[in-house]
């Protein structure tokens, strides 16, 4: 072998050598990197001619289990999604603070009945009236607060997904223009590595984000996809559109994530795409999806629940009750109703006028099973006020009714008759029409309209309401837009059940009580109802259908959304009404005494009431009190919560269990690295001393020694 073939082999193992020290030294700088994969280097004969010329790098190749790593990828992106549901479950539990505190929803509401304890004792002391009102309101507003707190984590849920599409994004364009690089080098011969540690390390990111799945293709290239195969970088890129609206109430509708290929040579992006939130089974969007979509919303459906039913049940009591001295006028809320409707009432309610001592002035009572069929409301507001001779009046208009004293000092009162009290829906004439409502919330505490399906609808023939169905994973089905007939309720009913509308998905019946009921069809039960639009209005009162009926989402969970004390008591705790009159009282007689406390000793019987409430959610229906609601709320909160710590906890085990076999198989041993430091930089000596030995021996042949 000639000198120069020496010079050359030595050189190859010089340069082979100084390349694997590289290699070596880029393993150990990286043994702190997370889900870094070693590498290793594999050399390789030079024949020239038959002879050997040397060493040669044949490959670069990362140490990597093909299962290991998809298994990593999975368990991560289930452990990110536990996480991010435990960390709202933490913010929710912040929200409720201690259930033994006297400042949690429980016990505000059991405060707020030892005030009414102490009420009762002696209803004339201004001071325990203020001390009630203070009461109501601290419960009214803690669990107002707590609904909207929840509606604020679906909005911060919502932006934290815009956030993450856009890194998405951001990786698959960093994983794409990666592709094409790799399978250059891999065609021409060349490592490919440090590229292949760079997607990699994409890779990793992306799988917290959404479940993936890697798919090589051989030339170097990836595929990827989630896991239940919706295609994320194939063929062409896709770019992952969200808008999020920003803020979020009980009625929003979130948009869904969808799937849009972008051209690769022109860079356009497709106008349309597929819905991606089904397709996702892991990662941090789908924690973050589950919170906005169904944990929290039955959260606040649940609290719904609650503040309404505490709602309607201390109006309930504050309608058969009166203040002392009676107030000079009651108005009631807007329900729906106009002059012309069937009175729908049966029972008797007496209403009165009388001076500030409780004396009756003027008295009628309204038996509402005699009157003739057909009466109207207008027919019944024209008895009453013929009744009262001009001592009060009772007027109805924009579907409110009011009734206020005439006389200087007078005061007014509505009355059941113990024995038969008026009842329209399930509720007394005084608490239907909201004549002395303690309480109000965005909307109202019940939808029982007393309508019976043959009454006039009211409404005008033509208008529409337009409805989205949403299905699973927040992709809307179909939308629908129902035509208003003339005629009656029936007839309504009947087009929101057309077979080839609305009644594919669920059937719409009307209740005894006059309420709405919705109810899925076999297989829907995933489906929900969302109205779009309702250009509906009854009469002259401006409510559309969905409101008076409560159709849609947002009528459960709002009711316990600005919940509070009306103004025309909280501004005069005189007005909070503790006592009870007499329904036999006569003109001169007292129908009502400071010192009556019967109102006020309602409050205390309806602490211990047991009361029905529907499932919601994973909160089956139950009987109980309404301390025992607020006590299983509480403790599905708290469940959810634990759940969630438990499902994080195993799920991140599982991923570092992972993670450290993975890392046995790709992770860099420091023993190892050094030792293959020393081996290659032994070679390295050695090849630089056989070029040292060639140098002297030209020297010698050219006799420069």
Do not use: C
Not at 112 to 123: G, I, S, T, Y
Not at 132 to 147: H, Y
Not at 201 to 218: F, T, Y
Not at 612 to 632: H, N, P, R, W
């Amino acid at each position: 072998m000639s000198l120069s073939a020496i010079m050359n082999t030595a050189l190859t193992g010089l340069f082979t050598s100084q390349s694997a020290l590289r290699v070596t030294t880029s393993n150990i700088t990286n043994v702190n990197t997370p889900g870094y994969a070693r590498s290793v280097v594999h050399q390789e004969a030079v024949v020239n001619s038959g002879l050997g010329g040397g060493v040669k790098i044949a490959d670069v190749q990362r140490v990597i289990d093909t299962f290991l790593e998809e298994s990593f990828h999975s368990s991560l992106g289930q452990a990110r999604r536990y996480t991010v549901e435990r960390q709202f479950h933490d913010r929710v539990q912040a929200l409720l603070g201690r259930p033994d505190s006297s400042t949690s929803l429980s016990g505000r509401l059991d405060t707020l009945f030892q005030k009414a304890a102490a009420a009762a004792n002696d209803p004339s002391k201004q001071v325990l009236r203020q001390d009630l009102l203070a009461g109501v309101q601290d419960f009214a507003s803690e669990i107002s607060r707590i609904t909207d707190e929840l509606q604020r984590l679906r909005a911060d849920a919502s932006n934290q997904i815009a956030e993450r599409v856009t890194t998405i994004n951001r990786l698959l364009e960093r994983i794409d223009s990666l592709n094409p690089l790799i399978t250059r080098e891999t065609v021409l011969g060349n490592p490919t590595g440090a590229l292949e540690e760079q997607r990699a390390q994409a890779v990793r990111e992306l799988a917290e984000l959404v479940d993936i799945r890697v798919h090589d293709q051989g030339n170097g290239a990836i595929h990827i996809t989630t896991g239940d195969g919706t295609v994320l970088l194939g063929g062409a890129r896709y770019l992952l559109q969200y808008n999020s609206p920003g803020s979020a109430t009980a009625e929003t509708n979130f948009p869904p994530i969808t799937l849009h290929s972008v051209d690769p040579t022109t860079g356009n992006v497709s106008t349309d795409g597929p819905i991606l939130d089904g397709a996702l089974l892991g990662g941090e969007i789908k924690g973050l999806i589950e919170m906005r979509d169904r944990v929290l919303p039955e959260m606040a459906a649940q609290l719904g629940r609650l503040g309404g039913t505490v709602m309607d049940q201390l109006n309930a009591i504050h309608n058969a009750s009166s203040a002392f001295p009676p107030p000079a006028s009651l108005s009631g809320i807007n329900t729906g109703l106009v002059g012309t409707d069937l009175h729908g009432f049966s029972g008797r309610t007496a209403f009165k006028v009388t001076d500030s001592t409780g004396n009756v002035v003027q008295s009628v009572t309204i038996d509402f099973d005699a009157l003739p069929p057909g009466a109207t409301i207008n027919d019944v507001v024209a008895m009453i006020n013929a009744g009262l001779g001009g001592a009060g009046t009772v007027t109805f208009a924009n579907g409110r009714m009011s009734f206020a004293a005439a006389g200087a000092g007078n005061g007014v009162m509505i009355v059941d008759d113990p024995a038969n009290p008026s009842n329209r829906g399930g509720r007394g004439f005084s608490h239907f029409f909201g004549m002395n409502d303690l309480l109000e919330a965005k909307v109202p505490s019940h939808f029982s309209t007393g309508f019976k399906g043959t009454d006039a609808h009211g409404f005008t023939p033509g208008s529409t309401i337009s409805f989205d169905v949403v299905g699973a994973n927040n992709r809307v089905i179909r939308s629908v837009t129902v035509t208003i007939p003339a005629g009656d309720f029936n007839d309504i009913l009947a087009e929101l059940n057309d077979p080839a509308g609305l009644g594919i998905y669920m059937n719409f019946a009307m209740n005894a009580d006059g309420s709405l009921s919705v109810t899925p069809k076999a297989g829907m039960e995933d489906v929900k109802l969302h109205v779009k639009s309702d250009t509906t209005a009854r009469g002259d009162t401006g409510l559309g259908f969905s409101r008076i009926f409560g159709l849609g989402e947002r009528f459960l969970a709002d009711q316990a959304s600005g919940l509070k004390v009306r103004d025309a008591v909280a501004n005069a705790p005189q007005r909070l009404a503790l006592g009870k009159a007499d329904f036999n009282a006569g003109i001169g007689q007292t129908a009502l005494s400071s010192g009556n406390n019967d109102g006020a000793r309602a409050w205390q019987e309806l602490e211990l009431q047991i009361l029905s409430f529907d499932a919601v959610g994973e909160l089956s229906a139950m009987k109980g009190t309404l301390a025992q609601y607020s006590a299983a709320i509480l403790g599905n909160f708290g469940l959810r919560a634990a759940q969630a710590t438990t499902r994080q906890a195993d799920t991140v085990a599982l991923a570092t269990e992972v993670e450290t076999r993975r890392n046995d198989v790709s992770g860099v041993n420091l023993d190892e690295e050094l030792s293959n430091m020393i081996v290659f930089q032994n070679s390295y000596n050695a090849a630089t001393r056989i070029i040292t030995t060639v140098r002297e021996m030209y020297d010698a042949l050219l006799g420069l020694v």
